[in-house]
């Protein structure tokens, strides 16, 4: 009793101390202004300014965006509003807590899952200080993400608490119930069931009988949602894009996804893709073997380590949803705040991975293990300085889209974002110079 009162009260401590570390890194972003799609979703959303509109905006899709349904997240700013107004302040307020809410719990499911408070705490600091959450926690209109995080995650802690903990059927409720809610958030929480059945190969092979019908109730849930999604919001158009385009295109956004999450030094605010037509030349075919590869050695650590084996498929099976096999986001193919939910799993990887080597060291090489830390701590810090130095780049919305210039300047959807942050600014004579700019790279199109 009393070593488990001295656990409570330890984790407690860690818990604070993650809480500070999201205040250090996020506190710039509560000075920062309405930015991108929170101009129309927020500001002058006139559907968030009277209670009147509460049923309309739960059983609607985003504004100005017919096919995303994501009442959750349309909640969450209505609540907002009713809080905060129009000051800005608040929703970054609002998306830093929710961060940290997060975080907590990638502390907590990474301890129940490994059994291991030292995985634990570094999965947790890399999680904290990853530079691709900049993207998430700075921009409002992000939120989708911090709430698909904060659902998904709950509901599989309580999976894994039903599976391990004498399987009390409230807790497989609550990961249905919280499930449901992650994809009121945003689309990509369909994963939970491959989540699920990754999880039983990985920790509970023996067993894939009885659990395959525990996916099932996640396999259900997934279809009612799907049944009333297509009742409130459009069906993605599918037949935009062939099939050949989509597949040949695939390989080359998850590789793009997966160097970003691994190496977040290299880094855009908008990433411009340039989509294949088919596999004609090498470079599909490349990407191709450089993503089978990757699928080859998650499959290989299976037989090394299960939960690196565990921690690569978290990666693969979230970055999925936002490839363009389900849904292709032109010109948003890629981007950072699409990496929130696959990140948990690279904190998963990199907290396993750094076990093992300590363990290494420690029995084999001890004088070592300082070596070892401080080249954690100072990844740490540079990890920490990047993150602060990116949530600067949505200071405002005029910030935001210079920036996106000088990373892709001839990019016709970013030109366009700059020309009306100029406009909002009142610099009529920048902006004309853009919008001019927009119609040489753009001829004959009468939108322009």
Same mark, same amino acid.
């Given at each position: ?43 002058? $959303? *006139?559907? #968030?300014?009277?209670?009147?509109? !509460?049923?309309?905006? +739960? /059983? ?83 939120? $989708? *993400?911090? #709430?698909?995080?904060?659902?998904? !995650?709950?509901?599989? +802690? /309580? ?119 088919g596999f004609t030349g090498i470079l599909p075919f490349l990407y191709l073997l450089g993503f089978l590869a990757i699928l080859c050695f998650a499959f290989l650590s299976y037989k090394w380590d299960k939960r690196l084996f565990f921690s690569i498929m978290w990666i693969l099976l979230s970055l999925i949803p936002v490839t363009t096999l389900i849904t292709f986001i032109y010109p948003s193919l890629i981007a950072e705040r699409y990496l929130y939910i696959p990140s948990f799993g690279l904190a998963m990887f990199l907290g396993v991975l750094y076990a093992d080597i300590y363990s290494f060291i420690e029995k084999r090489f001890t004088s070592y293990r300082l070596i070892l830390k401080a080249l954690f701590i100072i990844l740490c ?68």
């Amino acid at each position: 009793m009393k070593q488990h009162q001295i656990n409570t009260q330890n984790k407690r401590y860690y818990i604070i101390f993650f809480v500070l570390m999201n205040f250090i890194v996020f506190s710039n972003t509560l000075f920062f202004d309405f930015v991108w799609d929170d101009i129309h979703q927020i500001k002058y $959303n *006139e559907m #968030l300014k009277s209670a009147d509109n !509460i049923i309309d905006l +739960l /059983f609607s899709p985003v504004p100005d965006m017919p096919l995303y349904y994501r009442p959750m997240f349309m909640l969450s700013l209505f609540i907002d509003y009713f809080i905060w107004g129009d000051n800005a302040a608040g929703y970054h307020f609002t998306n830093v807590l929710l961060n940290i809410f997060v975080t907590v719990m990638v502390f907590i499911v990474s301890e129940k899952l490994f059994s291991s408070r030292l995985i634990a705490f570094i999965a947790t600091i890399i999680f904290t200080i990853h530079p691709s959450h900049s993207a998430t926690v700075s921009y409002i209109s992000a939120r $989708n *993400e911090l #709430l698909c995080g904060f659902f998904i !995650i709950h509901a599989f +802690l /309580f999976y894994v608490k039903y599976r391990t903990e004498a399987r009390k059927k409230i807790y497989l409720t609550l990961s249905l119930i919280f499930y449901f809610l992650g994809l009121l958030s945003k689309e990509m929480a369909i994963i939970m069931p491959f989540l699920v059945f990754t999880y039983e190969f990985s920790f509970n092979k023996e067993k894939m009988k009885n659990s395959l019908k525990l996916i099932l109730f996640f396999i259900i849930t997934s279809g009612i949602y799907l049944i009333i999604r297509s009742y409130f919001a459009e069906m993605p158009p599918y037949d935009q894009f062939p099939l050949r385009v989509r597949i040949a295109t695939f390989s080359k956004v998850i590789l793009y996804d997966i160097f970003i999450l691994f190496f977040p030094f290299f880094h855009k605010v908008f990433y411009r893709v340039e989509i294949f037509e088919g596999f004609t030349g090498i470079l599909p075919f490349l990407y191709l073997l450089g993503f089978l590869a990757i699928l080859c050695f998650a499959f290989l650590s299976y037989k090394w380590d299960k939960r690196l084996f565990f921690s690569i498929m978290w990666i693969l099976l979230s970055l999925i949803p936002v490839t363009t096999l389900i849904t292709f986001i032109y010109p948003s193919l890629i981007a950072e705040r699409y990496l929130y939910i696959p990140s948990f799993g690279l904190a998963m990887f990199l907290g396993v991975l750094y076990a093992d080597i300590y363990s290494f060291i420690e029995k084999r090489f001890t004088s070592y293990r300082l070596i070892l830390k401080a080249l954690f701590i100072i990844l740490c810090l540079i990890f920490s300085a990047i993150t602060i130095s990116r949530n600067l780049e949505y200071f405002d919305n005029l910030t935001l889209w210079t920036k996106a210039k000088k990373d892709e300047p001839y990019e016709p959807y970013v030109i366009d974002k700059l020309a009306q942050a100029y406009i909002e600014k009142k610099y009529y004579s920048k902006a004309e110079a853009e919008l001019k700019r927009l119609q040489i790279s753009i001829p004959n199109n009468p939108q322009v």
